[in-house]
């Protein structure tokens, strides 16, 4: 097996990370690796007959999965992240916690609420790091969604990176948002974006944390195009597959990672990194922003133009603003609101505090150009940039330790052009390891 890998791994990408860790030897590096492995109970074996599913058949769920084993065990990442992880077979776990354990993994698995039957499983090699913490969150909304928090710090052969007591920690994010089955369940996937920063957030206060690395790894079951990707680009992550390949965020087609039931392709896994040298912005007026540009986007898919949207916020107001009332009749009719994946009262009372910039309890035409139909996801400050042309810091600001993405690599490698193999089969998603290098950094605040 090692030998017929081996002969193929050149042509597929694994060896571009490889040669990345190679080439970077004065720089030790580790990589991390996230995949929806497709659970049995989910993969279908014939179109003919939809309840024809994997996990019907022994031979079929565990060849596929030791192959994918194989895989993850010869690429070898520092951190594997897997969504779809089939939690509800005890043989299935079995064979991952033995094998992972065996090359010297710490595993964490989760699984849905409800007895969904599949989960989470997040895995860090004991040669790169030493587990702190680790935190299950529990969505319990709709999709019975969850997500792993784990805390570590890194050790050697990263000590020469060390300054004094500058320790080297990361927290890790493994999930798998929801499906967007209609639109109003984009809200949801946005809502439970929101939970995890806020759990984030929440976690390196209670714990007293200085800014460190966030990585959030998973199938976010959306796009480049979609709210989540611009909400989270919006507190400063950026996307490590994009960053390594010099991608913007314009860059919407440029590659795949999944096939979905439909037969549609689009490019949904991602590994988010968050620098500690990034200024934040204050997650709830993120998050308020990413409900207005939903807000918009749906007034635009109505044909509505800025006048019209104007209009039809007013409702039958004869003034020239919008009442609270008719802002409240807006969001419903947008479905935003009056069901049970909706906004809530307060977050709609929240969003329209937001809106009155005045406080004066309407919002006039200059207000709502400003936050409803002209807001912006891209009013990001730039990275804090302390060093000289040399390198050598300049000032006294605290330091700590970021990342660099040195390399990224999606199997199978034709979903790199945006393009989805008919031989593939592994999974319904592509495989995406990231390299990550450790450097030293400012530490930042929130704006």
Avoid at 246 to 262: E, F, M
Avoid at 290 to 296: I, N, P
Avoid at 358 to 380: H, P
Wanted: charge should be neutral; proline fraction near 3%; glycine fraction near 6%.
């Amino acid at each position: 097996m090692r030998t017929k890998m081996k002969g193929r791994i050149s042509r597929i990408g694994s060896y571009a990370i490889s040669s990345s860790i190679r080439d970077h030897q004065q720089q030790p590096c580790i990589t991390c690796t996230t995949f929806n492995i497709l659970a049995p109970i989910y993969k279908r074996l014939s179109n003919e007959d939809q309840n024809c599913r994997e996990s019907d058949c022994r031979a079929y769920w565990f060849g596929r999965n030791q192959r994918i084993l194989d895989w993850l065990l010869y690429e070898r990442s520092s951190i594997i992240c897997l969504q779809e992880f089939w939690v509800g077979n005890e043989e299935l776990v079995g064979m991952y916690e033995k094998r992972l354990s065996d090359a010297g993994y710490v595993n964490f698995k989760l699984a849905r609420t409800n007895n969904r039957g599949d989960g989470l499983l997040t895995a860090v090699h004991k040669d790169y790091f030493r587990v702190v913490n680790y935190r299950d969150l529990l969505f319990n909304d709709f999709g019975d969604r969850v997500a792993q928090l784990l805390h570590v710090e890194l050790i050697d052969p990263f000590s020469q990176c060390r300054n004094g007591d500058l320790r080297q920690e990361i927290l890790i994010v493994n999930t798998h948002l929801l499906f967007p089955h209609d639109s109003s369940l984009c809200l949801v996937r946005l809502y439970q974006v929101y939970k995890i920063l806020q759990h984030v957030e929440s976690y390196q206060k209670e714990h007293n944390l200085k800014p460190i690395p966030i990585i959030l790894c998973g199938d976010w079951n959306g796009s480049k195009r979609g709210h989540v990707y611009k909400f989270l680009r919006s507190q400063g992550f950026v996307s490590s597959y994009d960053t390594a390949h010099q991608y913007t965020d314009a860059d919407a087609h440029k590659w795949v990672s999944h096939r979905n039931h439909r037969g549609n392709i689009c490019g949904v896994d991602f590994i988010w990194l968050l620098n500690p040298n990034k200024y934040r912005k204050l997650l709830k007026a993120s998050w308020s922003v990413a409900v207005f540009g939903m807000f918009k986007c749906l007034l635009r898919r109505a044909s509505l133009t800025e006048t019209d949207a104007f209009a039809f916020l007013k409702a039958d107001n004869d003034g020239d603003y919008i009442t609270y009332s008719g802002f409240c009749e807006a969001l419903e009719q947008l479905n935003l609101t009056g069901h049970k994946h909706g906004l809530t009262d307060e977050e709609t009372k929240d969003l329209w505090v937001q809106a009155d910039i005045d406080g004066n309890g309407v919002v006039d035409y200059k207000e709502f150009q400003q936050r409803i139909w002209k807001t912006t996801w891209s009013d990001q400050r730039n990275d804090l940039n302390d060093e000289d042309e040399d390198g050598f810091v300049k000032s006294s600001l605290e330091q700590t330790i970021g990342f660099s993405v040195k390399n990224a690599v999606l199997f199978p490698p034709e979903v790199e052009k945006g393009r989805w193999p008919e031989n593939y089969s592994l999974s319904d998603h592509a495989r995406l390891t990231v390299v990550f290098s450790p450097i030293r950094m400012p530490c930042s605040r929130l704006s």
